[in-house]
């Protein structure tokens, strides 16, 4: 009976599936037909640059009824989305606190000894960003880690957590927040 009752389950979500796909594909295929005819239609003022539109104006309400009320009451607001948004809005100002308040906070001989924390959380920030970061390129020439201010350190930290794949960001916070060991 537990079995039946899975595969019912199972069964009802590959329905919604195929209609979610279904919706999708003639929705792609109509706004594609549009764009193409209105594209023939006007290729003249498009190729001598007189043509002043985008290529679904004309289809303005379709378009905007897809963006508002469809996606935003089936998109964008089923329970996955907006966990993962939460939890990647947690990750990012986690990163962004310990990257930034042991750089800012911290004295040149703290953050290059890897004894201690703030020099670790500087040890992980990848030597290709730290070389952007020390190069004076009006000068042609490398700088210390004490010749940077502030301003400089931000831009370090901002460039490396928002240079991370998605993956690897949420990896690196449950290494610092200690929900899993590193691999």
Excluded: W
Excluded at 53 to 60: F, G, I, P, V
Aim: hydrophobic share 40%; with cysteine.
């Amino acid at each position: 009976m537990m079995l039946m009752g899975q595969i019912l389950h199972i069964e009802e979500g590959d329905k919604v599936l195929s209609r979610v796909r279904m919706f999708r594909n003639y929705t792609q295929g109509y706004l594609f037909e549009k764009a193409i005819n209105e594209f023939m239609d006007n290729y003249d003022s498009i190729m001598n640059g007189t043509y002043k539109k985008e290529l679904l104006d004309s289809h303005k309400d379709f378009v905007h009824y897809l963006k508002k009320d469809v996606t935003g009451k089936y998109c964008f607001s089923c329970h996955e989305v907006l966990a993962l948004e939460l939890v990647g809005d947690k990750v990012i100002k986690t990163l962004l606190d310990v990257f930034v308040s042991a750089l800012t906070e911290s004295n040149v001989k703290e953050l290059e000894n890897s004894a201690l924390f703030q020099g670790k959380i500087y040890s992980l920030i990848s030597s290709n960003f730290k070389y952007i970061a020390l190069h004076d390129y009006n000068r042609n020439c490398q700088m210390k880690l004490k010749d940077i201010g502030v301003y400089d350190k931000l831009r370090l930290v901002v460039d490396f957590i928002s240079g991370m794949t998605d993956s690897y960001a949420v990896n690196l916070y449950k290494e610092l927040t200690g929900i899993s060991l590193p691999q």
